[in-house]
């Protein structure tokens, strides 16, 4: 059921940011007066089709699709989908096509900026789409993240292994100074990070990072997990503690005689008293109590804790325009420093790139809007982005062959772009090989 749920989210996703990359392509084409012969979600490889406008059985349900201009249609490989703009080389390779005499209602025909424009419209409509899922979580849910001002991190090896300890509080990044608690990791990786100056109890100590570690960093998860001080918030009612005496602010001090100054640190020894008693001391005010506690079958003593440092934010329908609007510039950055990484060899960046099995895995395994949106929001920057990179079989290489011509008013011959873009689609084709690559690789480990 799980997997169904993440499949079916997956799809979903996809389909709608397909849709919206090419909607924009076809929406610049048709405001130029150039033809758009297909429209289709997913390949429709060898002519083989789900679904299309240019049916027999559509076209008697709806005979005025019989002279609709655009062929609409769903295609049987879901790798992706495309808009077959007439007259433009593309991965369709129809270059029987382009042999013809050009005509006025082709790509090749009109002005350099105009098709430039048409070339952008994918990776516009992206990042509208994207500020505009923002304003919507902004207004609908608000933000919430944890402060790095008052959160003190609680290490995995490899953080110990760099000069990290647990109880640490990260002060900055070289000249960046960290706000929020759960991008630290993000932040040490992306931001080519020399020198970590961290709080270690009452004394302040430079970490000087090694740089050979960074792909360690980004294929490492847990780096920094929060190191949550053992005190209790509130007693579950189904809790074997709820006659116990523990109260709100109460501080675990130890348990079984092992000192337990955060949660992570109860977790091991509450597991190897799993179905029994437990004695515990209790920090209560100036007061040190013993205290007899109940350990349930799955080693938990039924008590929240108290969470340090959570920001919570709501916003109006007019704060959350330019809140949505920050989040998305801040997002597309962070995900710039990303692909510098990926195509930063020393730092093993690549290892991380990640086909639709790895996007399976972000999403929950339950249904969940806000999650849902977020995701949605990441994978259009994602998209918008990727199709910017200079790459001829890319919106980018053919965005920097029109900025190439209307610099020097020479225009690539069509020889050229039909070689560029198979030299683009080998390119192309070698990145997701190494996607599937590394998910199966991981799938493995």
């Not at 609409?72 to 270059?95: A, R, V």
């Not at 980018?396 to 030299?423: N, W």
């Amino acid at each position: 059921m799980v997997a169904l749920i993440k499949t079916l989210q997956v799809i979903l996703a996809l389909s709608l940011l397909i849709v919206i990359h090419e909607a924009g392509h076809f929406t610049f084409a048709k405001l130029f007066g150039i033809r758009v012969d297909k429209f289709f979600l997913f390949f429709d490889i060898g002519g083989k089709k789900l679904f299309s406008t240019k049916s027999g059985w559509f076209t008697r349900l709806v005979p005025k699709a019989a002279s609709w201009q655009t062929e609409y249609g769903i295609g049987w490989l879901p790798l992706g989908g495309y808009c077959k703009i007439s007259g433009m080389i593309d991965e369709s390779m129809d270059l029987e096509t382009m042999r013809s005499e050009p005509q006025p209602w082709e790509f090749r025909t009109k002005k350099s900026w105009q098709r430039l424009l048409v070339m952008a419209g994918g990776v516009l409509y992206n990042i509208i789409f994207a500020i505009l899922l923002y304003i919507a979580i902004m207004a609908i849910y608000g933000s919430a993240y944890i402060r790095n001002d008052d959160s003190r991190i609680y290490v995995n090896d490899l953080a110990y292994e760099m000069g990290f300890r647990t109880g640490d509080r990260i002060l900055a990044f070289d000249d960046y100074v960290p706000e929020d608690f759960g991008s630290l990791q993000a932040d040490l990786a992306r931001r080519d990070v020399r020198k970590a100056t961290v709080l270690r109890g009452t004394d302040t100590l430079d970490i000087y990072i090694d740089q050979s570690m960074i792909g360690e960093v980004l294929n490492t998860p847990g780096m920094f997990d929060l190191a949550v001080p053992f005190m209790i918030d509130t007693v579950m009612v189904s809790s074997p503690n709820a006659g116990a005496g523990l109260v709100h602010g109460d501080r675990v001090l130890s348990i079984a005689g092992e000192a337990v100054p955060y949660v992570q640190d109860s977790r091991k020894v509450l597991q190897e008293h799993a179905g029994g008693t437990v004695s515990a001391l209790i920090l209560r005010g100036a007061d040190t109590l013993s205290m007899d506690l109940q350990v349930d079958s799955l080693g938990r003593i039924g008590v929240y804790t108290v969470m340090p440092g959570v920001e919570r934010r709501t916003y109006t329908l007019a704060q959350a325009v330019p809140a949505g609007l920050k989040l998305t510039g801040s997002t597309i950055g962070g995900y710039l420093r990303d692909l510098k990484l990926v195509f930063t060899p020393r730092t093993e960046a690549y290892k991380s790139v990640g086909s639709f099995i790895a996007i399976g895995q972000v999403f929950p395994s339950a249904w969940d809007w806000y999650q849902f949106l977020n995701i949605l929001a990441i994978l259009s920057i994602m998209l918008g982005v990727m199709n910017l990179l200079p790459i001829p079989a890319l919106d980018g290489g053919h965005i920097m062959f029109c900025f190439y011509e209307m610099l020097t008013g020479r225009k690539p011959s069509d020889r050229f772009m039909a070689v560029a873009q198979m030299i683009g689609m080998l390119l192309l084709l070698l990145l997701m090989m190494l996607a599937f690559g590394n998910d199966i690789g991981r799938l493995l480990r």
